[in-house]
């Protein structure tokens, strides 16, 4: 490799690093302004997707959770989002849009693990351990 590419590409990680840390000092941020200035804190996730969508890279999963994906407001459990467990799927309701938000909680082979116990238990052929003396 030259060593044009090595500067250049060691420029590119130092641009993702710092664009990370901002993303995460502005979720910090919105977490803290929330109670008294909510419009502060959907101006600091307006930021957040703008760093992101400059630098192309991704926000981290935290934060995005975080993050109504249809009106873009800062989500606040209890505040205005409502969190359900449901079937294996975690839902997240925005308060400000009622749109929903699905995000499986258990693996996919857990699911077909336990499809497949279930599967046993109605035909009779689950696995018995034999007992031995």
């Not at 000092?25 to 307006?46: D, K």
């Not at 925005?94 to 336990?114: F, H, L």
Request: net charge positive.
């Amino acid at each position: 490799m030259s060593k044009v590419f090595r500067k250049k590409k060691k420029q590119k990680n130092l641009m993702r690093e710092l664009a990370t840390q901002r993303m995460w000092r502005l979720f910090e941020l919105a977490e803290q302004e929330f109670g008294e200035h909510p419009e502060r804190s959907e101006r600091y996730v307006r930021l957040i997707r703008g760093i992101s969508m400059r630098n192309r890279i991704r926000t981290p999963g935290e934060i995005k959770r975080r993050i109504c994906k249809h009106c873009y407001a800062f989500l606040v459990p209890g505040r205005n989002a409502r969190y359900r467990l449901k079937d294996g799927v975690l839902v997240i309701s925005c308060g400000t849009c009622g749109k929903e938000m699905r995000y499986p909680y258990r693996s996919k082979i857990a699911k077909k693990s336990g499809e497949r116990i279930l599967e046993r238990k109605e035909k009779g052929t689950e696995f018995r351990p034999s007992q031995e003396t």
